[in-house]
């Protein structure tokens, strides 16, 4: 039984005729009756009485019928009621965002997207790629925003926008004479990096092309914070490698330095569910996010890839 043969029923009991009824079914009239034959077949009775003229239901068929009604009704308002859920965009959402994010897109966005949807709640929580993920297929958050590709059958990814890699060295470093940076002027030795677990630390790796960074340094400083970080290459400790968010207002500052194109970048993306449904918080987020940020952050390019 399908909702087709329920529709076709309808239109015979509103028409009491083949052809009729296959015209406003827009299908036709042999496949209506073939489908009318395999309704009664499936349910053991008759529905219509086709020796009657004009077509008439059987007493069972009446019944059979407006049941039909009742069951097209109620979907026809269950498609309704979808419908709005995905387009209106209001209640309690669990928005997960990793650290290296959280402390400069959410100012850039967070205030307007507030003023624009006041009906939207948005629970934020600060958390690694890897428990993201978990959350989502667990369905404790709502949606993600982390950093791509990741390549998982059951999370669907919405890049926003790809951020370069910038240096971020002591003032009087010796690489400061040069005004773009290759990979390989680059001494891992020399480089702070952050904790196991984050995956902007691997994509730091991956651009030094080896793991024996710090090793110059003279301590093992395990870090979460990139803030933490830059406070250390003021005071002559190394150099890091930072997003260009975190020092959007300072792009001028001596401490910094871009690599040569194609610069280095991470694609950054909404995250969420494969049977996730709710397009408009989807689209508001991403919209609103791309409105915020430097217009050159919106152009793909060459991107490193998260091992996970």
């Given at each position: 039984?399908?909702?087709?043969q329920?529709?076709?029923?309808v239109?015979l ?29 499936e ?18 068929g ?94 669907r ?7 370069p ?8 470093h ?19 990096v952050l904790?196991?677990?984050h ?29 933490a ?8 400790v ?27 970048v ?16 989807i ?24 091992d996970?």
């Amino acid at each position: 039984m399908t909702l087709q043969q329920l529709e076709y029923i309808v239109a015979l009991d509103d028409y009491r005729h083949y052809v009729t009824a296959a015209e406003h079914c827009f299908i036709s009239q042999p496949n209506l009756t073939m489908q009318v034959k395999k309704l009664e077949e499936e349910l053991g009775i008759k529905i219509f009485d086709r020796e009657k003229k004009p077509l008439q239901p059987t007493e069972i068929g009446k019944s059979v019928i407006a049941r039909a009604r009742q069951i097209l009704r109620e979907t026809n308002q269950l498609k309704a009621f979808v419908t709005h859920e995905k387009e209106v965009l209001e209640g309690e959402f669990t928005l997960g965002i990793i650290p290296t994010l959280a402390p400069y897109l959410l100012p850039l966005f967070l205030p307007s997207f507030t003023i624009e949807n006041p009906k939207v709640h948005l629970k934020i929580k600060e958390l690694q790629t890897d428990l993201i993920i978990s959350n989502l297929e667990e369905g404790t958050i709502d949606i993600g925003i982390l950093v791509t590709p990741l390549d998982l059958a059951n999370i669907r990814e919405i890049p926003i926008f790809y951020e370069p890699f910038l240096l971020y060295l002591p003032k009087q470093h010796k690489l400061t004479h040069k005004n773009l940076m290759l990979a390989e002027d680059l001494d891992p030795s020399e480089v702070l990096v952050l904790d196991e677990g984050h995956c902007f630390r691997d994509q730091a790796l991956s651009i030094c092309k080896n793991k024996n960074y710090g090793a110059n340094i003279g301590f093992d400083y395990q870090s979460g914070s990139i803030e933490a970080l830059k406070n250390l290459v003021k005071e002559n400790v190394g150099y890091t490698l930072v997003p260009e968010l975190s020092v959007l207002h300072d792009l001028q500052s001596k401490h910094i330095r871009r690599f040569s194109k194609p610069e280095p970048v991470r694609e950054v993306s909404i995250v969420v569910h494969n049977s996730y449904f709710k397009e408009s918080l989807i689209d508001s987020l991403k919209a609103i996010i791309q409105a915020h940020i430097p217009s050159s952050l919106l152009n793909e390019q060459k991107i490193i890839p998260v091992d996970l």
